[in-house]
């Protein structure tokens, strides 16, 4: 069988049977009619619906971290008032349980990917909630995954849901492989937080029969059906040697000559400090707080978000945690806020800092909590606000911090608008920290869920380098840091790009911690910042990669 390509978005080799993954679930008949009862059925819906939420919140719970963040915003879909009077008018005209949901939520469906940005990314979450719904309704057994098997499978599919991934371990599943997604879709995200091999954008893959071996390279984008034994032989030897040379890189994240770079730790809660401790994370660079948020109808109290914060801050004593504000608003909405008006262009609209703005009473219980917990730990807190476009907005920002005890405020640059004006955001802000999956999606209007987008999503592409470059000499004009903790800290060979741009720290998912760390081992600061003008000089992302490389000669003995 011809072996395919894809996009490698979480790195090392995985093998086992095609588990190909598909939506059994019928299509309720457009004529399908009640039998009169109008108001049982209603309530019909809402307990399928309702059953969906809770079951998605259950496996939240048990899957923790970035997982269940994602999985109670999944089931405050299944929960949203507006589907469920959509679904209730549907059946008040005589249609049934099933087929309110399936027309419902098929014409929300339409609106989430007209959107196009975060809400066009839901798309694929909203299907999941509507087939999970319909299932209950028709009796049928809920999409899913087995948990376990007799050997670990490789999963295959069209694309996933967050609930079939959410409660796999790398004891039942070898590597996953979708024909959709980007290198920042939850695919992708939850298979690096695994640790396990994923390939993404790889047309043609459900094409492989069900059972059939797969290898499958998360470095190198291949997938490979019906291996022979020494190919498997070899991958899995390359893979082993590879990941022995990155144990052997242990400490602090430095280059060859002695360049200290700090390397950070992403997390979605405090379940997730115990994996950033394994990888020797020298501190968080990213803690994302939605966790405490999303999943409720009342806001979380003083007293649970203080203790939130505490636990992660005493975990990295003397040592920087760096906390993001909550980040709602487009496809992150807060159920116990008001109503919001509609609007046109929601990832465009009142999201990140604008809500938090609209919402003062919000920022500043979370800052209250933040301070308190920081004065109970001795790690260094820093605290930064998403979404800021303008110098007013981090000013504005800074000040509310330092009325609430909070010595250091940055902001996140994410936005080309903030990137471009760096210097004067700088003259407000103690420090930046460089988003570089929203950068990329609002600089080339690229929605990051979308496949067939990903060379536009590619952190390589000249033009994000550029803005990169921008907002680090927009930092040092002003004497402060810039550091990245989006997805491209991850990428070992770009790492040493950044660190050559002159970012000054890297954060990511813990797993990739081993092999950036070798890589920045392995190179000068001057290798660095020859491979980033090359990079610089490039006109395509294939050629940055390619010209970054030949000043890195150090990869070679990583197989990188």
């Excluded at 009169?36 to 919140?57: F, I």
């Excluded at 492989?208 to 022979?228: N, Q, W």
């Excluded at 979605?268 to 999303?294: H, K, M, N, Q, S």
């Excluded at 491209?488 to 081993?514: E, F, H, I, N, Q």
Aim: aromatic share 4%.
């Amino acid at each position: 069988m011809t072996a395919l390509t894809g996009v490698g978005v979480s790195p090392g080799v995985g093998s086992g049977p095609a588990y190909v993954l598909t939506r059994d679930i019928p299509v309720p008949s457009p004529g399908a009619r009640h039998g009169g009862d109008a108001e049982a059925e209603r309530a019909e819906a809402t307990r399928a619906l309702e059953r969906v939420a809770a079951d998605l919140e259950e496996r939240g719970v048990r899957a923790g971290g970035e997982a269940r963040e994602i999985l109670n915003a999944q089931a405050m879909m299944a929960r949203d008032p507006g589907l469920a009077a959509g679904v209730a008018g549907l059946i008040d005209a005589g249609g049934s349980a099933a087929r309110a949901v399936y027309e419902e939520f098929g014409r929300y469906r339409e609106m989430l990917a007209g959107a196009g940005g975060y809400l066009g990314e839901r798309a694929a979450d909203l299907d999941d909630v509507r087939d999970r719904a319909i299932a209950v309704l028709e009796g049928l057994p809920m999409p899913g995954l087995p948990s376990r098997a007799e050997q670990p499978y490789v999963l295959i599919a069209r694309d996933l849901a967050p609930a079939d991934t959410a409660l796999l371990s790398k004891d039942a599943v070898a590597a996953f492989v979708t024909e959709q997604g980007g290198p920042t879709s939850h695919t992708a995200i939850l298979a690096r937080a695994m640790g396990v091999p994923a390939v993404v954008a790889c047309p043609g893959v459900t094409s492989i029969p069900p059972g059939v071996p797969v290898l499958v390279d998360g470095a190198s984008g291949l997938v490979r059906p019906a291996p022979s034994e020494e190919e498997v032989s070899t991958a899995r030897n390359a893979a082993s040697a590879r990941a022995a040379v990155f144990a052997a890189a242990t400490g602090p994240g430095m280059t060859s000559d002695g360049y200290a770079v700090p390397l950070l730790a992403n997390i979605g809660g405090p379940r997730d400090v115990e994996g950033a401790l394994e990888y020797g994370a020298e501190g968080i660079g990213l803690y994302r707080t939605e966790f405490l948020f999303l999943d409720r109808t009342t806001a979380p109290s003083d007293e649970e978000q203080e203790a939130a914060y505490l636990e992660v801050l005493n975990a990295f004593p003397g040592r920087r945690v760096v906390v993001r504000m909550l980040d709602a608003g487009a496809d992150k909405p807060l159920a116990f806020l008001p109503p919001q008006e509609e609007e046109p262009n929601p990832a465009l609209g009142q999201r990140g800092l604008r809500l938090l703005r609209a919402y003062p009473q919000i920022l500043n219980a979370q800052l209250g909590a933040l301070a308190r917990a920081a004065s109970r730990s001795s790690a260094k807190l820093q605290v930064m606000a998403p979404m800021v476009a303008t110098a007013e907005e981090a000013a504005w920002f800074v000040a509310v911090c330092t009325e609430a005890g909070l010595p250091s405020a940055g902001v996140m640059i994410e936005i080309p608008s903030a990137a471009l004006r760096a210097s004067d955001l700088a003259g407000e802000a103690d420090f930046f920290s460089l988003g570089t999956n929203d950068l990329a999606q609002y600089t080339f209007a690229a929605d990051r869920q979308v496949g067939a987008l990903t060379a536009l999503q590619d952190a390589w592409q000249p033009a994000l380098l550029d803005l990169i470059a921008l907002a680090v000499t927009g930092a040092v004009e002003r004497g402060k840091s810039c550091g990245v903790c989006g997805e491209a800290a991850g990428d070992p060979v770009l790492a040493c790009v950044l660190v050559g741009l002159g970012v000054t720290s890297l954060s990511m998912g813990a797993p990739a911690l081993p092999a950036v760390r070798a890589a920045l081992s392995r190179h000068t600061r001057e290798q660095c910042i020859l491979a980033a003008q090359a990079g610089l000089a490039a006109v395509t992302a294939g050629e940055a990669r390619t010209a970054a490389r030949s000043h890195l000669p150090g990869l070679a003995g990583l197989a990188l």
